[in-house]
């Protein structure tokens, strides 16, 4: 059969991951496609370097316009990054009535429902395996493999930057910020790494998965998001005796109320498996209402794992190159007439547990004073510990662990706690989620 075009927009690492897999595999490729699937055409602005990457195998330009407008490409491949000139390139391809290949997680978030709007106008598909969890084939598992189910809830370690600095932050007992260097000279965080250390990062993958599993639009303007970067080793080290370990989780959730559509470090349950992901690796637990919880697990990034689910995506776009748009799988589970406009839960309006850290003095009706403004506020303790003072010390820390309660109804409690004259400095409070029994 005539081979399926493709016009590639970036060869940075994913870019360059992608030539070399579909360079490497194309018999394979092609007998699961039916058809050959060829990179006619690269827009780099370095085209000296993409030269060297594709050796004369295709052309390469550095206008990326001339390739979504070009009438040999029939898929393009959206690898630059970005909102502003990656939203124009797609929508472009998408009116010149080309399919469209990204892993830009930001892009969807965002603009997602007017660049699927488009889509669904021009009959084209738009792919995006490699937008969340890079080599983990999330989004087809929620999208296709688990479409039998009503999505109870999904919740990820969706971010390899952060996981590897709260991994190392448990195993050397080091500083965040030490631990942090350690990650840009290994080249895990970037040099600027506030869209992953401040959860953004997460927060765009958790739109996107929040979106398929409920059958709701786009609505990143709505996540709540919460990093690790103000996070102390010490709570580390209380969460490990205590038997949870701390990791920043990209969590929604459906209830009577509405949509919980949240992101920040989480306190879970050491016999977890998803506690136990270290280092940069990703995984995502979903729980449905027929199957359980499952859990998926791999490389969320680097140039080959997630060239695995652009090649994925590129394999699924050919097969279904030339069936009628109603027949195609949707874009986001649900068909475009079935998406639904639930509310998303302001944070204040979810329940969560809380592990709560206050420094106080080591003196007689402490515990008093700290267990009346608590049942004031109608929350209940689970566990409490206090911790042996120092030598010569006269204040000690108190860790508390709470039940289930309104998240307005512990900050009001902690706004109370921090007036109280046995409490020294500020509370610190993490979420905690069971995931499951």
């Known amino acids: 059969m005539k081979p399926m075009n493709v016009g590639l927009l970036g060869i940075g690492t994913v870019g360059a ?93 965002m603009h997602g429902n007017e660049i699927f709007a488009e889509a669904q106008k021009q009959g084209v598909m738009i792919a995006f395996e490699a937008a969340v969890a890079g080599g983990v084939p999330i989004v087809k598992a929620v999208r296709e493999g688990l479409s039998a189910n009503r999505i109870e809830w999904i919740a990820g370690i969706i971010n390899g930057t952060t996981n590897f600095i709260l991994s190392e932050m448990r195993d050397k007992g080091l500083s965040f910020d030490t631990v942090l260097k350690e990650a840009q000279r290994l080249g895990y965080a970037e040099a600027d790494p506030t869209f992953d250390i401040e959860g953004v990062d997460a927060a765009h993958k958790i739109t996107i998965l929040s979106a398929i599993a409920f059958g709701i639009p786009m609505q990143f303007d709505k996540v709540y998001i919460e990093g690790i970067s103000q996070l102390n080793a010490k709570d580390i080290k209380y969460a490990e005796q205590l038997g949870y370990r701390i990791k920043l989780l990209g969590i929604t959730k459906r209830t009577m109320a509405g949509i919980e559509l949240r992101v920040h470090p989480t306190l879970i349950p050491a016999k977890r498996l998803i506690a136990n992901v270290e280092g940069a690796m990703n995984a995502v637990v979903v729980q449905g209402d027929a199957v359980g919880a499952t859990l998926y697990y791999g ?139």
């Open 17 to 109: 991951g992608t030539f070399t897999v579909l360079s490497r595999n194309a018999e394979e490729i092609s007998r699961r496609a039916g058809r050959p699937i060829r990179i006619v055409a690269v827009a780099e602005k370095d085209v000296a370097r993409a030269k060297e990457i594709t050796q004369g195998a295709c052309r390469v330009v550095n206008d990326a316009f001339a390739v979504v407008s070009d009438p040999e490409v029939d898929i393009v491949i959206e690898l630059i990054g970005g909102c502003s000139i990656a939203k124009e390139l797609v929508l472009k391809a998408i009116a010149n009535g080309k399919h469209v290949i990204t892993a830009n997680k930001a892009l969807l978030a």
């Open 299 to 437: 490389k969320g990034a680097g140039a080959e794992p997630t060239a695995s689910a652009v090649i994925a995506d590129l394999i699924d776009v050919t097969r279904m190159h030339t069936a009628d748009p109603e027949h195609r799988v949707p874009h986001l589970a649900f068909q475009p007439d079935q998406l639904v406009d639930l509310p998303i839960l302001p944070i204040a309006e979810v329940h969560t547990c809380s592990y709560l850290r206050l420094r106080v003095h080591d003196e007689p009706g402490v515990l008093a004073d700290i267990t009346r403004v608590l049942a004031d506020e109608q929350i209940s303790i689970d566990a409490l510990i206090q911790k042996e003072p120092g030598d010569g010390e006269d204040e000690t820390d108190l860790i508390l662990l709470t039940h289930l309660t309104l998240e307005k109804r512990v900050n009001a409690a902690i706004v109370r706690l921090e007036k109280l004259s046995v409490v020294v400095g500020k509370v610190t409070r993490i979420r905690m989620e069971e995931l499951g029994k």
